[in-house]
């Protein structure tokens, strides 16, 4: 079956550059949300989009950006990378009417240095 | 959202029987209870879900009492390959919020 689909897998940027992480949701979810994980932590909600418009926000960083696409895939555009940005960048998708039972994406481990 | 709660780390054998409570005392009528399964540098995976009652699928059980006020995931017969953080989800459709999870170690 189809899963979430996140790319780049791994990505190493410097200070102040800046990240594109992409998310393409399983077929037919109109759900997506953005977690970060930072070592030894745990996920934290970031944003989260239902057809293409912004449904909920977390402790996204003003630095952060982010929105659904009419194909249903989503970006999470990062600026003036620091440090303490490093982290796992999961993306989930579901659909609208099933409960919260997301299915997760590989992630993305960026490294900023 | 409602918070839950669980032991922040578990340790068993190969073959024993695991099972991981969680406190969810402030949950809401319409919350449903998720459990997911994570492995160092992976995305969490889902386990369980359940709403009252008991659900069995081929990985796991879920017992909620009738207060709802907690919740039980049980692991059968328990393998190496379960090592892994364990997290307790609380909500709806929508954010759900990530607590401190439980990190299980299963030893030969």
């Known amino acids: 079956a189809a899963g979430v689909i996140q790319s780049p897998r791994h990505l190493i940027k410097e200070k102040r550059e800046t990240a594109t992480l992409k998310c393409y949701p399983i077929?037919?979810?109109?759900?997506v949300y953005w977690y970060q994980q930072g070592p030894g932590q745990d996920p934290q909600f970031l944003i989260s989009?239902?057809?293409?418009?912004?449904?909920d926000k977390g402790s996204i960083p003003d630095r952060f950006s982010a929105q659904q696409f009419s194909d249903y895939h989503s970006e999470l555009n990062m600026s003036s990378l620091e440090l303490g940005d490093s982290a796992l960048y999961f993306c989930?998708?579901?659909?609208?009417?099933?409960?919260?039972?997301?299915?997760f994406g590989s992630g993305t481990r960026l490294t900023v240095v | 959202l409602a918070k839950t709660t669980q032991p922040i780390s578990m340790d068993s054998y190969e073959g024993q029987e695991v099972n991981i409570t969680c406190s969810h005392n402030?949950?809401?009528?319409?919350?449903?209870i998720t459990w997911y399964q994570q492995f160092p540098s992976q995305g969490p995976r889902f386990i369980i879900q359940?709403?009252?009652t008991k659900v069995t699928n081929e990985v796991a059980s879920l017992f909620i009492p009738a207060d709802r006020k907690s919740s039980t995931l049980s692991l059968p017969r328990v393998s190496l390959s379960d090592t892994a953080v364990y997290y307790c989800?609380?909500?709806?459709?929508?954010?759900?919020?990530f607590g401190q999870g439980t990190e299980l170690s299963v030893k030969p």
């Open positions: 989009f239902y057809e293409k418009m912004q449904s």
């Open positions: 989930a998708s579901s659909p609208r009417d099933r409960g919260p039972g997301y299915t």
């Open positions: 402030n949950i809401a009528t319409n919350d449903y």
């Open positions: 989800l609380v909500g709806v459709s929508g954010k759900l919020i």
């Open positions: 359940g709403y009252k």
């Open positions: 077929p037919r979810h109109d759900t």
